[in-house]
């Protein structure tokens, strides 16, 4: 086998269209999108996340990770988390794994989105932990970045998921941030950004022209979080308490149909 084809092969390369058949049931497939848990970070609520995953696990409901699963506090980060991590950096990757292994011998797992957190080890290294992980799990590495065209019975839905990089501090800025981002891709039914550490949707109106002026939904969705606020950097920054957890999106399988559950 030639070194290249090996390497087209390999678990963990980075893809450019996530395309996914997805099962589903009761006329629909539910798709939770999940990231930002800080994994060893002191206030990571762990038994929020591993809730959230027995969720997907009882009811076959997908799950797409949106980066930053691990804290990935070094010497070199900002804040104190390298002192006051609860767990080392691989022993983050490795209970990540482990917490994640169930839903992926389903294959529930959709895929995995770098966030800056792991992307601190990459800097500091050169060694990429997200890519490290996808390839142990045998799941789809997005980079940071990723188009996502998902089938659900005759519908075709069309995501654009990333980690994002917005330093916004309010919900609505929060949500200006990504809606800002979301003008780029218009084909999108769902723009898909992490980072920011708040849950909330909004729906925006697209025109296009058919056979006259036709409309379509599109929908902006900040992803959520898990870290607790008492003695947060939020809370040291006077920033508001945000909602923990991730939105839940039911696409429908007999007509183009979204519904999301924040």
Not at 42 to 52: A, K, Q, S, Y
Request: aromatic letters at 8%; charged letters at 20%.
């Amino acid at each position: 086998m030639k070194l290249q084809a090996f390497g087209e092969l390999r678990r963990g390369r980075p893809v450019e269209i996530n395309r996914k058949e997805l099962e589903y049931g009761h006329n629909y497939a539910e798709v939770v999108f999940c990231g930002d848990w800080h994994l060893g970070h002191p206030n990571c609520l762990v038994e929020r996340i591993t809730e959230l995953l027995d969720y997907a696990l009882r009811n076959k409901v997908y799950v797409l990770l949106m980066g930053d699963l691990i804290e990935a506090g070094l010497t070199g980060s900002v804040g104190d988390s390298v002192y006051t991590q609860k767990l080392n950096p691989q022993q983050q990757v490795d209970r990540v794994i482990e917490i994640l292994h169930p839903l992926v011998r389903k294959k529930l797992v959709l895929g995995l989105l770098e966030g800056n957190h792991e992307a601190r080890i990459l800097k500091a290294t050169g060694i990429n932990v997200a890519k490290m992980m996808a390839g142990t799990l045998g799941v789809p590495y997005l980079h940071e970045a990723c188009w996502n065209v998902w089938r659900v019975g005759s519908q075709k839905y069309t995501i654009y998921a990333l980690h994002g990089a917005s330093g916004s501090k309010f919900i609505y800025t929060k949500l200006k941030a990504a809606t800002d981002i979301a003008h780029y891709f218009p084909q999108a039914d769902i723009v898909a950004h992490a980072h920011v550490h708040d849950i909330a949707s909004v729906a925006i109106e697209r025109q296009y022209v058919g056979n006259g002026v036709n409309y379509r939904k599109q929908y902006v969705l900040l992803t959520g979080h898990y870290l607790g606020y008492r003695l947060s950097y939020a809370e040291a920054k006077g920033m508001p308490p945000s909602k923990v957890g991730s939105p839940k999106v039911k696409l429908v399988a007999s007509e183009h149909d979204i519904h999301i559950r924040v």
